[in-house]
């Protein structure tokens, strides 16, 4: 790491440092009160609205979600559709990303447009919906995967990425005997672990989210990923619909219940990015690779 | 034919070219292949749908059953006459989102790496982007409590200073910094990623060499982060100028109420009124595709721009 | 590679094929049909009441049944297999979340794989689905009822509000006409010498009293009278505007139909709100407030008085005690306007709708057959199941009325999923009252009843207008708007009959004319 002694470079140092522990304070908060609140109880955050720390501590809610199967099992299944997303995902979205980065295929520039315009355009649901029935995903899993396995958008970052590693080891890895593929494998994707561990986050999350493809596409209850069990709670819990509709003879569930769902719902992903962390601190190698 | 060993035909010789590195790009041609077949059923397929702009599509009908009736969605979206407020409200919306919300994560992308030691930048980093994972629902319900007359936290705050009491929630003037406020709060985090993954890439002697001349840390970041991110930041923000007319429909339709209508209603939030709450799919259909047109405009005109300037654009 | 081209030009045939309309011809639902050894004469055999006759060499009736989930998960088979036994069928429960059912509904119709029995979600998909009904898609049952005893008791007066175009294509699931009231804090109106209020000028002043009185007595002007939230029609505005005597939605005049935002009670109503705002005696942000956060207001002890369906007082007592151990609440209704009008709104009768698509129920057999669950369904014993749950484990009877079970938890997850599905209501399915022990929701109850007497419909409820169907909701937002610039003061009674023309200009006046033209048939 590169130190800088000079006066200037401290002082830059501590308000840098300083400005940012103000901004993760303000952000952090309102997590904080979710947390707490997911620990009392509805009556104590009706009366206390902006809870930091609970005075009257619970655990109703967690144990209003967990005392039932559905959430494990609706765990289990987002976990499956998220690993198996993820890595279905980076693998077609690299590979095509690799080949539209390399500035002697023809007719990148018309593919990459054809890419960009569907990120403007789009069929909408019914119709994606009519394509999903037709190809028989109906009630299948692979019908949460295969219609959203590439994401234009993390497809243009990886290609801009890619395109950003010099030629030089390109050629050398050819000399060396490599295919496309190898090349691709062996030396592009070692030195891309930012970006491939970024886009492997976004994936993920996006997986992990899944909640209209699963309604959609899954009849079965039973197949339902974990946002779906867990949307529903804070939609209930929130009296929150958006025709307004009332008149279920079925009260809401819990305040506490709907911050507690929050907690559930995003604390896996949440684990998942300091891990990926590692894997930023991998640009050293390129600077040893050419020298 | 002795003669034509020397100088090939030129037609013939870009044709063999042609021919010669599709074969020696079959790799590449076969790892774009599966991307391209997805593309293809999955996005360019439904597109057949977009056709119910023009129609009077019924679901029961089919979509090949459906009426014909050219421009009158359209039509009815030019002549409401709200539409140039709506338009208007839209492009300032997105106008904010430029100027006040995009440099952002980029500003914040520096700071971080400026950061020495890797204990608390990890926990910055990861406490920034947590606001990201929080429903709308949520935010703009936090927002009600901190911000209402009845005994939200800032209004009682301002209270106890002696001022008057601020409306916050129904006063139109109050309607866009707080949108862009809770913008920046949920986002500005996630955005950094990608700028961290690209400043992640940049050889660690440069900044070395740069000391070494002498230069200080905000040369240094000018000089060496900025241009390593360059790319990163002309394609974002060409992506993010498609996004002209697309704004994040839900947040904006949980701090919508009948006081503050005038600025914040949007093109979106006017659709889901007009169409999808009365089940007119054409219509819904027939705003999101003239949506999509003017993006797709202002994208070619960006990425024109870009590559005008030297930069790689986003195609 | 070269295997993927005939797979990729296959499927683009078939995507082809699947979108040149398949609406109600394309059959690839989950249900199988209904075995057909029944013989179809009148007076489907198996409607007799008791639904212990059902004769036992016969094969269930398999039905797959297509609803809204209004709770966490779906529930478990308990009650699903006893509803089996009691009415001979193989019953398949397809539950899809509320808030989004809107878009599975329209998707699944849009690929006709919209299952034998539908439940749409609300009166407003009720409207959206009225297009598809006339293109024939869904049976016409009303000539069928009369064949069955059970279903014959289902009121006349609501099964009118649900036909489109005369004719009779659902049924419904019923709602009590008029359970709006006033629930309040007794014991702070009782340390205030305050009574039940009685007239409209009773509630204001009892909310200013709330506001200004310090009736929670810790020396602190932190309470105040109303709780409302940003819902003009379910929260307190309706209801107060109803009890001056305004028309639901469409009132008479001079013979014509016409929109309640044109009588002088509205304008009343407006002032009367506007006065409670400015007295500071509600919250302020009501027009933002979600209910949540209003329920928040009152259940905190912050708030005295709410004003929305009164079989909510349960669930708003159970927080409130929690935070205020000393709390007691009261409902009330039957409040009277200031020249005597009593009056209060009702609701069409029903919140949701059955249907039956003909794309699943293939013929007359199997729709009798459907129609024949139905028909035990508005039996005691089903309806008891699938509202309560089973006797001795989800409630017991108490009085003659059924009493929920303590362990909330068991019902909530094996009986709640299945209560918004139950067609008719207890007078005509025969189920049990509810047994509460809460004082104000006894009152509740009681006052429920008496509201039908005084109750206000709606003359346009089953009407149809194309103009309203096209653009009624947006144009409703004007008025919606004016009227909360109204109560906030930014808008004075001339600029309110402004933002009337502007209603009417941009299609009102053509919708008065279309629903009064169908009036007047």
Not at chain 2, 112 to 135: A, C, D, G, W
Request: net charge negative; charged share 20%.
């Amino acid at each position: 790491m590169v130190e800088d002694r000079t006066l200037a470079g401290r002082l830059f140092g501590i308000v840098n440092f300083a400005l940012l522990a103000l901004i993760a304070i303000v952000m952090m908060l309102p997590f904080i009160h979710v947390v707490a609140g997911s620990f009392t109880t509805s009556a104590e955050m009706a009366v206390k609205k902006f809870v930091l720390i609970p005075t009257d501590w619970s655990i109703d809610a967690y144990k209003f979600i967990f005392s039932t199967n559905t959430i494990f099992r609706s765990m289990a299944v987002s976990v499956g559709i998220t690993v198996v997303g993820t890595l279905f995902s980076m693998l077609i979205s690299s590979m095509m990303a690799y080949g539209l980065a390399r500035r002697d295929l023809d007719g990148r520039q018309v593919f990459m447009f054809l890419v960009v315009f569907t990120m403007l355009f789009n069929g909408g649901l019914i119709p994606t919906f009519l394509v999903v029935k037709e190809l028989g995903l109906i009630d299948n899993y692979a019908a949460l995967i295969l219609p959203i396995s590439i994401n234009a958008f993390n497809l243009i970052i990886l290609k801009n990425f890619f395109q950003n590693i010099p030629e030089g080891l390109e050629e050398s890895a050819k000399i060396d005997g490599c295919n496309d593929f190898g090349i691709l494998f062996r030396i592009v994707l070692p030195l891309s672990m930012p970006v491939i561990a970024t886009i492997s986050l976004f994936y993920a999350v996006t997986y992990w989210n899944t909640y209209l493809n699963a309604i959609m596409y899954l009849n079965e209850s039973k197949m339902w990923p974990i946002q779906v069990l867990l949307r529903q709670i804070v939609v209930l819990a929130s009296g929150l619909d958006y025709s307004s509709d009332l008149d279920s003879a079925v009260p809401p569930p819990d305040q506490a219940v709907k911050m507690a769902v929050i907690v559930v719902a995003t604390l896996p992903i949440l684990l998942v990015y300091p891990f990926l962390q590692k894997h930023f601190a991998k640009g050293a190698l390129l600077g040893s690779v050419k020298g | 034919m002795q003669q034509a060993i020397a100088r090939p035909e030129p037609e013939l010789r870009s044709e063999s070219r042609l021919s010669r590195r599709l074969v020696r790009n079959k790799w590449l041609y076969l790892m774009i292949l599966p991307g391209l077949l997805y593309f293809v059923i999955f996005k360019y397929l439904p597109m057949y749908g977009l056709i119910i702009a023009f129609k009077d599509y019924k679901p029961f009908a089919g979509i090949n059953g459906s009426e014909w009736v050219g421009f009158k969605h359209f039509d009815r979206l030019f002549t409401e006459s709200d539409f140039g407020t709506i338009l208007t409200n839209t492009l300032v919306l997105f106008g904010l989102n430029l100027v006040f919300f995009f440099p952002i994560p980029i500003i914040l992308s520096l700071m971080l790496n400026e950061v020495r030691l890797t204990f608390f930048k990890r926990i910055f980093q990861t406490i920034i982007y947590l606001p990201h994972f929080m429903s709308w629902v949520i935010i703009v319900s936090i927002g009600y409590v901190m911000l209402t007359m009845d005994g939200g936290i800032i209004n009682e705050f301002i209270a106890s200073l002696g001022f008057e009491k601020i409306n916050f929630l129904l006063s139109p003037e109050w309607f866009r910094p707080t949108y862009i406020i809770q913008v920046i709060w949920r986002e500005a985090g996630w955005g950094t990623i990608i700028y961290l993954a690209a400043i992640a890439a940049i050889d660690p002697q440069l900044y070395e060499a740069a000391r070494m001349d002498g230069a200080g840390r905000l040369r240094q970041i000018w000089h060496i982060t900025l241009p390593a991110i360059r790319s990163v930041i002309i394609v974002l923000l060409i992506l993010k100028i498609g996004d002209v007319l697309e704004l994040g429909f839900e947040h904006v339709y949980l701090l919508l109420n009948s006081m503050n209508r005038d600025v914040a209603e949007i093109i979106d939030t006017y659709v889901y009124t007009a169409g999808l709450r009365q089940g007119q799919f054409s219509y819904s259909t027939a705003v999101g595709f003239f949506k999509s047109l003017v993006g797709l405009v202002m994208v070619v005109i960006a990425n024109r721009l870009a590559k005008k300037m030297g930069e790689e654009g986003v195609y | 590679m070269n295997g993927k081209v005939p797979s990729i030009l296959l499927s683009m045939a078939l995507v082809a094929g699947a979108l040149t309309g398949c609406g109600g011809n394309d059959n690839d639902n989950e249900t199988s049909s209904p075995k057909a050894s029944e013989p179809a004469s009148s007076g489907s055999p198996s409607a007799s009441t008791p639904a212990s006759e059902t004769p036992k060499d016969e094969k269930p009736t398999e039905i797959t049944i297509m609803l809204p989930l209004n709770t966490s998960e779906t529930p478990p088979d308990t009650i699903k297999n006893e509803v089996e036994k009691l009415t001979n069928t193989k019953l398949t429960y397809q539950f899809f979340p509320a808030d989004t059912y809107e878009e599975k509904l329209n998707a699944s119709l849009a690929t006709g794989s919209l299952p034998d029995v539908t439940y749409l979600k609300n009166q407003a998909t009720f409207i959206q689905m009225k297009g598809a009904i006339r293109d024939g898609q869904f049976w016409e049952i009303g000539p069928y009822l009369k064949d069955f005893p059970n279903l014959s008791k289902l009121k006349e007066q609501i099964l009118n509000n649900t036909k489109v175009d005369g004719k009779l294509y659902s049924l419904y699931i019923g709602r009590p006409l008029a359970r709006q009231g006033l629930i309040y804090r007794k014991d702070w109106a009782d340390k205030l010498g305050l009574k039940a209020p009685e007239t409209v000028a009773d509630v204001v002043a009892m909310a200013k009293a709330f506001t200004e009185k310090d009736p929670d007595g810790d020396g602190k002007p932190n309470t105040i009278g109303l709780a409302d939230r940003n819902d003009l029609v379910y929260g307190a505005f309706k209801t107060l505007a109803s009890w001056l005597g305004t028309p639901n939605n469409w009132g008479e005049k001079d013979g014509q139909l016409q929109p309640d935002f044109t009588f002088p009670q509205y304008i009343a109503s407006m002032d009367v709100m506007k006065e409670i705002r400015d007295a500071k005696a509600m919250n302020q942000d009501f027009a933002a407030t979600s209910k949540t956060d209003q329920v928040n207001l009152f259940t905190s002890g912050q708030a005295g008085m709410y004003i929305g369906a009164m079989s909510d007082v349960d669930s708003l007592n159970k927080d409130l005690v929690k935070n205020v151990p000393t709390a007691v609440v009261d409902t009330q209704a039957l409040i009277k306007g200031p020249n005597g009008e009593l009056s209060t709104w009702a609701i069409p009768g029903y919140n949701n709708v059955v249907l039956f698509p003909k794309g699943a129920i293939k013929d007359e057999e199997e729709l009798k057959k459907v129609l024949a669950f139905f028909d035990k369904m508005m039996t005691p014993e089903v309806a008891n199941v699938m509202y309560w749950g089973i006797e001795g484990t989800h409630y017991t009877v108490e009085d003659g009325k059924a009493k929920a079970s303590d362990n909330k938890e068991l019902t909530e997850r094996e009986v709640k999923g299945f209560k918004d599905s139950v067609i008719g209501e207890a007078e005509t399915n025969g189920m049990y009252e509810g047994y509460y022990t809460l004082e104000a929701r006894i009152h509740a109850e009681e006052f429920t009843v008496e509201n039908e007497k005084i109750a206000i419909h709606d003359p346009a409820a089953a009407l149809d207008s194309a103009t309203y169907t096209e653009k009624g909701t947006e144009l409703q937002n004007i008025i919606t708007d004016a009227t909360y610039q109204y109560i906030y003061g930014k808008l004075d009674k001339a600029g309110f009959e402004k933002e009337i023309a502007t209603w009417k200009s941009r299609g009102g006046d053509k919708i008065i004319e279309e629903f009064n033209a169908a009036y007047k048939k």
